[in-house]
Structures are given as structure tokens and as C-alpha cells.
């Protein structure tokens, strides 16, 4: 399982077909994560997976939200979320 737990910087190649979920508590407490973009591949997003990334501002999905299955809590509830328009 991929994790970035408290990690301070993070980086990960978005072209990559082969991301398709993004695991429990994957960045959870990653405190410099502010801003992320959300790959096509990725068509699962478990629970609490951003969970106390405090600074964390910005979600860009390139996907639809109605096709990818979330978990409970997986992003700050201040965090706001922007699906790609060209999706």
C-alpha cells in the first residue's frame, strides 16, 4: 500500500494509467500538501485518505465525482473541490 503519511513534499507523476485508487490515510497529516489534481485513472479514493492535511486548499478532479467511489472523511471539509471541465 502507497503511503505519504506526514510527508513534506510529495510528488507523483499524473500521467501515470496505472494510479487507480489512492488508499486509507494515503496523505493523511501530510501538513505542506495544499494543493492536488485528482488523474482520470483514479476511480477510488478510501477513507480519511487527505485526513488532517491542514493545509491542504485545493482538489482538481479529472474525472467525474459521480464516477469515482469516495470514503468517509477523505477530505478537510474547508477544502475546496473543482471538477476538470474538459472531463
Same mark, same amino acid.
Given at each position: @500500500?502507497?503511503?505519504?503519511?506526514?510527508?513534506?513534499? !510529495? @510528488?507523483?507523476? =499524473? $500521467?501515470?494509467?496505472?494510479? &487507480? &485508487?489512492?488508499?486509507d490515510q494515503?496523505?493523511? *497529516?501530510?501538513?505542506?500538501?495544499? @494543493?492536488?489534481? /485528482?488523474? %482520470?485513472?483514479v $476511480?477510488? /479514493? #478510501? +477513507?480519511?485518505?487527505?485526513?488532517?492535511? =491542514?493545509?491542504?486548499?485545493? !482538489?482538481?478532479? *479529472? @474525472? %467525474?465525482? &459521480?464516477e469515482? *467511489?469516495?470514503? /468517509?472523511?477523505?477530505?478537510? &471539509?474547508? +477544502?475546496?473541490?473543482? !471538477? #476538470?471541465?474538459? $472531463?
Open positions: @500500500r502507497l503511503s505519504f503519511w506526514k510527508m513534506i513534499f !510529495v @510528488r507523483i507523476n =499524473r $500521467t501515470s494509467p496505472f494510479l &487507480s &485508487s489512492i488508499g494515503c496523505f493523511c *497529516e501530510c501538513l505542506s500538501l495544499w @494543493r492536488i489534481t /485528482i488523474p %482520470s485513472s $476511480t477510488k /479514493i #478510501d +477513507t480519511s485518505a487527505f485526513g488532517l492535511c =491542514r493545509s491542504l486548499e485545493f !482538489v482538481k478532479f *479529472e @474525472r %467525474s465525482l &459521480s469515482i *467511489e469516495f470514503g /468517509i472523511n477523505v477530505f478537510p &471539509s474547508y +477544502t475546496a473541490l473543482l !471538477v #476538470d471541465s474538459a $472531463t
